[in-house]
C-alpha cells in the first residue's frame, strides 16, 4: 500500500537560514510526489512535483526536492528562509485508482519562521 | 490561471440539518475532489469524480454525498450534519487522469456543526 510520512509536525528557524522539511514515502512502484503549501486561510498550492525525470525537482519560492530511491525519501529545502515561507507544507503521493491518479497526504509540516 | 471557488467561507449548521457546499472549477477540468482537513490529519479523500455523474468514494464517505451535474460543478452534500463533521473541507480539481496530474483548490469552507 502506498502511504505518505512527514517526520516532523513543527519545524522552526531563523529569517536567513536554511530550511530541511522531511518525507518518507512507501509505494509498490516508482511513484509521483508532490509538495503543497498553505498560507493561512488558503486553499493549497503546488510546490513542486517529481515525476520519475530528473531525481532533483525544483520548485517556486526557491524550494527544491530530492528524490532518493535508496531511501524512500523526498524531503523539501531551501537555502534561505523568509518570513513568508511560514505556513504548513504538505507531503504527497499519487496512486492508482482504477483509471484515476488520487493523491494520499501527509499529516503536515507546519514551517515557523523566527525573524 | 485555474479558479476553483467554494461558495462558502464559513458556514455554520445545526445538527440534523442537510448541509451542500458547492465547487465550481474554470478550466474545464475532468477530475474534481473533495477532502477535509482536520489538526494532526492532513487532508482525507471524502469523494472524487472523474467525469459528470461519475463518483467514486474515496477514504471516508461515510455521512456525505455528492452530486456532479455539470462538469464544472461538484458538490458535497451532508444528508444530516453531525457534530464530527465540523471540519474544513477543501475542493480541487485536476486536468486528466493519471498519476501526475496536480491538483487545483479552492480557499476552502470551515463548517462549525453545533
Known amino acids: 500500500a502506498q502511504s505518505v510520512t512527514q517526520l516532523d509536525s513543527h519545524v522552526s528557524v531563523s529569517e536567513g537560514t536554511p530550511v530541511l522539511l522531511r518525507c518518507n514515502y512507501s ?21 513542486l512535483k517529481y515525476t520519475s525525470a530528473a531525481t532533483l525537482v525544483k520548485g517556486i519560492n526557491g524550494f527544491e526536492a530530492e528524490f532518493k530511491k535508496s531511501e524512500t525519501s523526498f524531503h523539501l ?8 515561507d511560514a505556513a504548513e507544507y504538505f ?13 494520499i497526504f501527509g499529516q503536515g509540516t507546519t514551517l515557523q519562521v523566527k525573524p | 490561471d485555474v479558479k476553483v471557488t467554494q461558495s462558502s467561507r464559513y458556514l455554520v449548521k445545526r445538527t440534523g440539518e442537510k448541509v451542500f457546499l458547492e465547487c465550481v472549477q474554470d478550466m474545464d477540468h475532468e477530475n474534481m475532489f473533495w477532502y477535509r482537513q482536520d489538526p494532526g490529519l492532513g487532508l482525507r479523500l471524502i ?3 472523474y467525469d459528470v455523474k461519475m463518483k467514486e468514494k474515496g477514504d471516508i464517505p461515510e455521512g456525505y454525498s455528492v452530486s456532479r451535474e455539470k462538469k464544472e460543478r461538484f458538490s458535497l452534500i451532508l444528508e444530516s450534519a453531525s457534530t464530527n463533521q465540523t471540519s474544513m473541507y477543501l475542493c480541487a480539481s485536476s486536468s486528466h487522469r493519471g498519476l501526475v496530474s496536480p491538483l487545483h483548490f479552492g480557499n476552502g469552507t470551515r463548517l462549525t456543526v453545533t
Open chain 2, 47 to 49: 469523494y472524487f469524480s
Open chain 1, 91 to 103: 507531503c504527497v503521493v499519487s496512486v492508482l485508482s482504477g483509471n484515476t491518479g488520487k493523491l
Open chain 1, 27 to 47: 509505494s509498490s512502484y516508482s511513484p509521483s510526489l508532490f509538495w503543497y503549501v498553505q498560507h493561512p486561510n488558503k486553499g493549497l498550492q503546488l510546490l
Open chain 1, 77 to 84: 529545502t531551501k537555502p534561505s528562509a523568509h518570513m513568508s
